[in-house]
């Protein structure tokens, strides 16, 4: 029997621009159900990697396997359903927070199923009636809890996590990370998030610190 390829291999990426280094090279691998946080100062290239990750932005050098499959090789389109990114300021679309919600289930050409809207809310401690609000009347913890739950519309292998709680409140922040970790033990959802959190990087079972701007040692440790 073949060994089973991890859901990510990440093969020595990095990132230039200008002439300029803004991702030392990294090379990982994430199986299903693992959680990889990654940390370090302003400018070590942790929002870039995740935009790398998501195929949101081309690598200079290297490469990344999905389930195997060298990631340029499947269609943009089908890589980040399942390979999912979170902004820390989500783009919300449309007149109002249903729209944003709909649209997952109105790409895939499914009926929208309103109770599991109505759950997420329920989840993400939101009321109903912030279905009927319109993007912008909402507050920045509000934003980022509907992004989330826009991407969990439909379960990715991987959740890409960039800051996604930096604009809540602790007990909303530690309802979002059991939430997450729930995804993971129960659905086997493997997550590589952003974090400057003191707790949360102590916490952590798997941590990615990349270096200061124009150093080289990237760590990992478990």
């Known amino acids: 029997m073949s060994p089973v390829s991890p859901l990510l291999d990440v093969q020595d990426i990095y990132f230039m621009q200008d002439g300029t280094t803004l991702l030392q090279p990294v090379s ?12 370090g100062p302003s400018g ?3 929002s870039t990697l995740l935009k790398i990750l998501a195929s949101l932005l081309e690598p200079s050098g290297g490469q990344i396997l999905f389930k195997g499959q060298p990631s340029g090789s499947i269609r943009p389109e089908h890589y980040r359903q399942r390979v999912s990114y979170c902004f ?3 783009v919300l679309f449309g007149d109002t927070v249903y729209d944003n919600l709909a649209l997952p289930w109105q790409i895939r050409k499914k009926t929208v199923d309103s109770a599991r809207i109505r759950y997420g809310l329920r989840q993400m401690d939101l009321p109903e009636t912030i279905l009927a609000k ?12 509907v992004g989330l739950l826009r991407n969990l519309q439909f379960l990715p292998d991987v959740l890409l ?4 709680t930096s604009a809540l409140d602790e007990e909303n922040r530690q309802r979002i990370n059991q939430l997450i970790a729930s995804l993971a033990a129960e659905q086997g959802v493997a997550t590589v998030s952003i974090s400057h959190d003191v707790a949360e990087i102590r916490q952590a079972k798997r941590l990615l610190t990349l270096p200061q701007p124009g150093g080289s040692h990237i760590d990992e440790s478990a």
């Open 28 to 39: 990982l691998t994430l199986n299903a159900g693992e959680s990889l946080l990654v940390t």
């Open 44 to 46: 070590s290239g942790k």
């Open 88 to 90: 820390q300021t989500p």
């Open 134 to 145: 319109k993007p912008e009347q909402l507050s920045g913890g509000e934003k980022q809890r």
């Open 161 to 164: 996590l960039d800051e996604i």
